[in-house]
């Protein structure tokens, strides 16, 4: 079994470990891999955190099944339902999140994607947004097509965000409506079109830590540098609303194997951070060094405000990371 220093000093040499060294860190001690995680995360990356919110654009009847999400018409949740915001609501909190320190802020919309007339409006406001203010704007919007991608590239959005969720062997299980091809497929035309792409998935949807780990793979490959690590929030109504969460030792665990696998990268805790005991902080210290900020899509988050004192805690700046 390869030892955990020998690992790491492979790493800092700009080599790439395989899945079979990446298995060999499973049964070591979890101390000892997430503070080797750390010092991945401070050779590569020194004390930058890149904290991003995000405004759930529009909501609900979505006409995908995953089996997670509260807006999905296929379950009965107790979510709001409303169309594309407007262009004033979406500015307004856009400079909201900028006035308190926020850099990149993100507009999501529920769907398997927007049509044109909608991203035509939605590019209309990111321009604005980014006349009034030098905030990075990102759009998670579904599957759209590389034309569009070039649109909202060209109206100021410098970021797509597309997670592919679960490994390929795994995501069947969670979604039939569309393919985790399809998502390749966006995710590839967002870079063919010139944007950076924020990918990662969801941890405690009943996969293994082999099946994360080839997901982390698959980002690997596709050469992503910012990847959101969500925790399921089971959610009333949906399929997984009785899958037991994960032990935050189990947590900690995924964020280090991510670390040494992609050590470049913003690792970011995103969705169910809100329902760890310290608010993601050993996982700040265990390889992450992202996260999003503020209020989720369909749950509550961390305020902005407490969320610069915990990396401030850290030992972090709030900076951009690609």
């Known amino acids: 079994m390869t030892d955990i220093k020998t690992l790491e000093e492979k790493i800092y040499q700009g080599n790439l470990i395989t899945k079979e060294e990446t298995l060999s860190l499973l049964p070591l001690p979890l101390e000892d ?108 919007l579904g599957l759209l097509q590389q034309k569009q991608y070039e649109q909202l590239l060209q109206a100021g959005a410098s970021r797509v965000h597309n997670n592919l969720e679960a490994s390929a062997s795994f995501f069947p299980n969670i979604c039939t409506t569309h393919t985790i091809e399809d998502k390749i497929a966006a995710i590839k035309a967002a870079k063919a079109a010139g944007m950076h792409v924020c990918s990662g ?63 470049k990268a913003a690792i970011r805790l995103a969705g169910g951070r809100g329902s760890m005991p310290d608010k993601g902080k050993a996982c700040f210290l265990s390889g992450a060094n992202a996260a999003i900020s503020g209020d989720m899509l369909t749950t509550s988050g961390i305020t902005i405000e407490n969320d610069l004192q915990i990396i401030a805690e850290c030992g972090y700046k709030p900076g951009l990371l690609e």
């Open 201 to 263: 998935g969801i941890i405690g949807l009943n996969e293994t830590m082999e099946d994360r780990i080839d997901l982390a793979l698959m980002l690997r490959e596709l050469d992503i540098h910012s990847v959101p690590v969500n925790v399921l929030n089971p959610i009333p109504g949906t399929p997984l609303e009785g899958q037991p969460p994960l032990s935050y030792d189990e947590i900690r665990r995924t964020i280090a194997i991510f670390r040494f696998l992609l050590p």
């Open 33 to 140: 891999v997430c503070a080797a995680a750390n010092r991945i995360r401070i050779h590569f990356c020194k004390n930058l955190f890149d904290l991003c919110t995000i405004i759930n654009g529009k909501s609900g009847r979505c006409p995908e099944n995953c089996k997670y999400c509260a807006q999905s018409a296929h379950y009965h949740t107790d979510i709001k339902e409303y169309p594309l915001l407007d262009k004033d609501t979406l500015i307004r909190q856009a400079l909201y999140n900028a006035d308190r320190g926020v850099l990149r802020y993100s507009i999501v919309t529920s769907g398997r994607s927007l049509n044109d007339t909608e991203v035509n409006s939605l590019c209309d406001a990111i321009r604005a947004i980014r006349e009034t203010h030098r905030i990075e704007v990102c759009v998670s």
